[in-house]
């Protein structure tokens, strides 16, 4: 995936390699739970999206889809959106995560049309994408995210830039992880530390000598107290959160539909030759 370490001149996230420069990138927008942030033209998003990916080598063609219920997106919003070459798509509420649904169907249908190398941006915090994300960075397609301020920490592991939604809204820059594949924070466990020595401890004296006649009965008396004395217990480690996947059912829909494209796909082949 994009390079390992932080390259000049890419402040906070991580320069395109060259195999996915000018590789095509698809977003995928869940506009139910990204919204047009307050304040935002809608005309811009397009190409403040556009903006960021130039600013991180992404210089391949760019399609933009967003899902949601456009009954609850003001008129004047879908026009300024559809204007600038995003394509709506609209999903009845009603259903549960009806939305994600229909992204994760189409995502996949593109994976069919698109083999790899090619960038996907996905702009969610939805957990059901977490395993589709993860599938699709294992068959060589290189991942980028936008999400909200409270999103399913495992997407971010699958990705190679990450955005605060509303940076990327504005063309802004990714950020760093503090979470990631090979960054986990684990919290600090206390030791007790032992008291200082004083440094004006009096010299050796007679009163030294006198003590060291006890040196048998404090040690026994210390073996008898560590004898009593309960273990520390070893501290647990962190678990890495385990991917949270959506229903098998879900699944079942995906694998039928792929292999009904497939299928499609392959007699079309077959009447054209």
Known sequence: MA??????????????????????????????????????????IAP?????LMKMNYNGPVTISA???????????????????????????????AS???????MLFWAVDN????????ISGGRDFSNAIH????????????????????????????WQWIHLAAGGSPRELAFGTNTLRQESIPTPVSEPISANQPAYSNA????????????NANANANANTKPMPMPMPIPIPMLMLPGPKVYLILD????????LFTYQRTRIN
């Open 3 to 44: 390079g390992d370490g932080l390259k000049a001149g890419f402040p906070g996230g991580k320069a395109a390699e060259p195999l996915y420069e000018a590789a095509k990138t698809s977003v995928w927008w869940d506009i139910e739970n990204c919204r047009v942030p307050r304040g935002c033209d809608a005309h811009a």
């Open 48 to 52: 403040n999206i556009n903006a960021a």
């Open 67 to 97: 899902y949601g219920d456009t009954n609850r997106i003001p008129s004047y919003i879908q026009r300024a959106l559809s204007s600038t070459g995003i394509s709506l798509n609209h999903v009845p509420a009603g259903a549960k995560d």
């Open 100 to 106: 994600d649904k229909k992204i994760l169907v189409d």
């Open 115 to 122: 083999p790899a190398s090619a960038n996907y941006l996905l």
């Open 135 to 162: 599938q699709l960075r294992m068959r060589r397609y290189n991942i980028l995210l936008a999400q909200p301020l409270k999103a399913f920490p495992a997407l971010a592991a699958a990705a190679t830039n990450v």
């Open 208 to 219: 030294n000598a006198n003590a060291n006649t006890n040196t048998n009965t404090n040690i």
């Open 256 to 263: 039928a539909l792929l292999i009904l494209k497939l299928k």
